[in-house]
């Protein structure tokens, strides 16, 4: 009776729709379904175990306001064709189809220098192939080489449906409810003026509350120093696992994730062999920590000690800082690690990790939203808003953290 | 068999808990009661249908933070007697018995230069003769007379629960979620040191988030130009009540209304004459309604155009500037009005208003938060903070409005 | 810019958009505007503080629901006109405008035998011709005499946009959660099979639980012991007023409130004699309360002791028992009530009361709801769930309550 | 400063407070974080993709409700010893360590006959030989066999914390909004008569909504034809899986899914070889997932196929019948499917599967209800509401499915 679209439930959304047909076989398709088994907030659950939402109910969640905002945008006037609605569609749907497990981790170790950006265009061409070209319009919005520019700009910029869904389903999964953003007002003032998306002037609160709210979610959330360490120490861990694989010792691994490990994969590898792509889309998750567990028990003391740690939660110490660490600090670290575990100077290395994390919480080139006054005139909102100090806000902050091995 | 406490449904906290005894024969008494009859977002309504929500219910929330605060800071080692705890809760459950219908209206017509704390402090003074003197250390506190100043702080300071709870519910009510606030990460983070209200450094994103929330409770919902053209109105109708009431003309109202409008109550009558709280406890939100609907069919042209034109919803037209409106602009609508209704131009005057309203987000006297860290320095939130840009938030926003009567 | 709709914004649902027109002109018009000075649920706010919800925001519910049904039933392939989506629209708007102030109480006192819906359908026909007839289709369908008999089922009927919205909206202001509904889900399950209005059989569950809710709002809320005996006050009261006044007594009252005191208004009266439309739109919340504050402190004991008792919430005593109430148990309670109070028994009688509510829950002619199966065949919910028990639910529940006057 | 207890974000319930000491070592403790990468609700999200939250998450909630049913005890005058209430905790918290992966696949395929209880008792003993026996009075309790019965009663009763946390939570997370419980007011209606666990007599609708709602998450959540059918084919799968481990047939896997594969596992072999143990707690969703993917290239038709139909969403075809499925209509399919596969009648078998769902709503042994009424009388939930039909509740429904391969 009711064949004409599928209906998802998503505890954010309410219902989502999927008229049945290309939209529809996108969202079957196993590269789409291989989202399920990716979460989008990585190691964040070590803080908010809440966070275990994953990238396919995100890229459902911004199809979702990519209708909303088609629907607005439309009534106010704007003529967008259907071919275009269901193009940019499917753009937000396959935005994130190129990221691995872990992004951040994994782009720091078994894929070097590959963006998840140029692996969803990959996949979506191989896709595209598959379905007749029936991708071609999405993916020229995707790339930004299709004359309406406001299209590409709802897929990537500054008032993307991307940042949209992001902060208010991270902010209601991780149950940092201040985070929330008001995304339904942010749509109903969207505009298009000169072929570029933009807002209309009584919008002005909602976006500064979506920018405080952005670096609520930041601090609080995404760079909280627990996780920070969590990260660190996969890192660690998948370093040790590429150096002992290049020392051919033999570490269990699903396939996927053994071609990762015995092989170093840049860029150029990565667009030129088509096993590269291959192995990608076969992992996820899962391999990781199936892994982790695993080498939980293989006898190089530097892997087992790390893997349990991190199957144990037994999370690095961090102590951050506005100053660089001073080699010194680290060095006694390294070398109290090393006397107590009984390691090499050098293994003790991986127990100690000192990133510096850079943030600057408005960055004029991705971050300019326009603002419409009524009259037609436009300002930018570091004009606009009276409130924001801008200046200050495009001022990279960044904190140095020293994050080491914990003895029980 | 469960009555030693009352439990209260609420919408935004869910169960309210108040134990049998002194707190519960307060929530019943009949001047906390009366607080049911008035709205806590008076006009508001006008704009944002959905908020009818009353103080009474403003006050039990304040009162459930209050709770929930206590719990927190005893937790963290600050010793609070039970006798403290009883009181600061009953400070904050009468926080605002002394508001009246429309406060701000109330204000500027029928009370001259009575606030509504000092009409507070009234009447606690009064249920405190009632009670036999169990409300005096409440009251000691609501003064700032007690000793221990932090609790006072949290019935009236820049953290107290009154705003946790107003912008909450405010936000909940009128349906603009992202003026929600984290008023229970907020608590949770709230501190005492040296006697003074602090929060813990790793809230500050909360802090951040909640002063630009409160901004955009502001502009979007408190000084909506809509809400604030029909405040004039209620304004001119209420003073040409009083004109005419001075000159003898008979007006529908009840004995309460009556009082306020046929005779001139300063401050001094106020506190000296006890038939004026007497009188002022009888008035309500639903003495002025009854009122403006009969008034609609008064002789008195001025007096029933305006009533209608509230009760209708036919509401004056309203121009925003920055710069002051010109006396020209303000006689020449005067004079188009008094042709058009065949009234004086004196008479005209009511239906023409060019309130000012002044309102700087970020007032260090009232607003300075203060900001522990771990180490047990204290900042203030303006040098805490990198976000805001509090000289610029601290500099008044002043902005001009013209409102006028609207021909259908 | 988006001046071709308003957007209304609603704790609830979120955004409710209206299209400028005259669909935005019936919202705005006086008679649907004054649905915002009653309260949805009458004195409900005496258990549930936060049922301050008005009969306005209700209809605009309604409204939006209204909406959707009509998206989902066309998507399903069921032909709307959109004159008759409009009517439809229209008639949701506006069947609630025949409400007064505590519409159960005033059937009882102040207007006798006079159904709300009649009165909705005069004013209906009122606004119709001020609006050159626009209504007129709208009119027929709130009528059912619109050959497209679904539409009226959709307005008044056993899945009705009415209830769908009260059920939801009373639940969340209420506070009681358990209460929701699952209006959406119902919604997408609404067909239409041989223009009746069905439900598909997938749906069966949350029609169950649409009946359980109900009846757990029935008993917890709308019935609950102490709004029974609130509203038997103010039953009491008005009849004591109107006694009072056939008597000749002076009594404070609005213009409106005055008419249905002193005169008796039954059906004929009311369609004949335009003053009493005339009246009655004039009359709300506002107007009885007011009155009752005056009347507290009227010479006559038994008005002003009631008054009082209403306004400071001392509110009757209540035992309910599956038996009717023995005329002993009255008698003595009324007599000990005379001696206390020095009045006659007859004047007693206005402190004692005995009403008694039959509900049963389910109620065949109004209940019963089909639902369709995927091959085509229809069942009633009785025969097709397999949980409630229908039989008992169709019996009456008859519950007996005393209320008497409470001493301090 | 804030170090003496642990604050966890929950995004249904806000905060959970866990203080510093035994309770939060216990959270800590390896064997319950392993709860953290095992899903709540198996293989329900792919229905409903929102259903990613954790058995760790259930477990935390539902140790939330339990200090509030406690603290709800105590106040009603209920005398708990701080040891039992840390125990009840304690047991609650630890409840569902024994589940394993997909628990109702599991104990079909890969150990036989060994339920989670006898597993979670196990786990709770070795925790409570590593933490000298501090976990003893929990154990007891878990077991049933401290005196005081109810607290059992609300680790597993008909009112447990489990069962109010999970119908909330998995409401919650799939966004079935109406199979929200009331949770917070049935466990304010708790009262214990007798050493037993009971309710109030005004909680009774609210048990009603908790019987329906339970329903509904059962029929249209919990045994949604979908998932059926995709418990099938991992049942399918892991059973070829096996039954090729049995013929030394070389298939990935990590040690301890290896181990499950390999050997045949039941209760006796479970509780005597300490090995099994040991590798049970090092299994959870994500060594199922990593071998399916791999599993989806392995030479054997049947394994691959099955295990690739899984990962890419190809999901069996489900029909549902009141009648057994003949055995004709399954030979038939089975026939079919291996000519199209080209493999043999008995590989066949593993595309179809008939289950048939047995499930009684009421269960008078595990579901009934006390109801104390003010008078102190008990009466079972049967008895006393006159809503729900128990005698058909508590009826049996059986519903047959025929699950099949779908070709493409």
Known sequence: MNNKRKIINDPVFGFINIPKGLLYDIVRHPIV???NRIKQMGLSFVVYPGAQHTRFQHSLGAYHLMQQAITQLTAKGNFIFDSEAEAVKIAILLHDIGHGPFSHVLENTLVHHVSHEKISLMLMERMNKEMNGQLSLAIQIFKDEYPKKFLHQMVSGQLDMDRLDYLKRDSFYTGVSEGSIGSARIIEMLQVKDDQLALEAKGIYSIENFLTARRL???????????VAYERMLISVLLRAKELAAQGTELFASPALRFFLYNH???EEFHNNPNCLEHFIQLD????WTSLKVWGSHPD??????????INRNIF???ISTDPISPERKKELTYHISQKLNISLKEAGYFVSTPSIENHMYN?????????????????IAEASDMLNFSMLSKKVKKYYICYYRFA
């Open 33 to 35: 379904q291989r989202l």
């Open 217 to 227: 979610m930041y601090w609080q959330v995404y760079l909280h120093k627990t996780s």
């Open 265 to 267: 994969i840049g860029p």
């Open 285 to 288: 998750d899962n391999d990781i």
């Open 301 to 310: 003391k530097v892997l087992s000690t790390l893997s349990n740690a991190i």
């Open 317 to 319: 110490k961090v102590e």
């Open 364 to 380: 004029p080139d991705d971050d300019s939203i326009d603002i419409i006054y009524p009259d037609g005139t436009i300002k930018n």
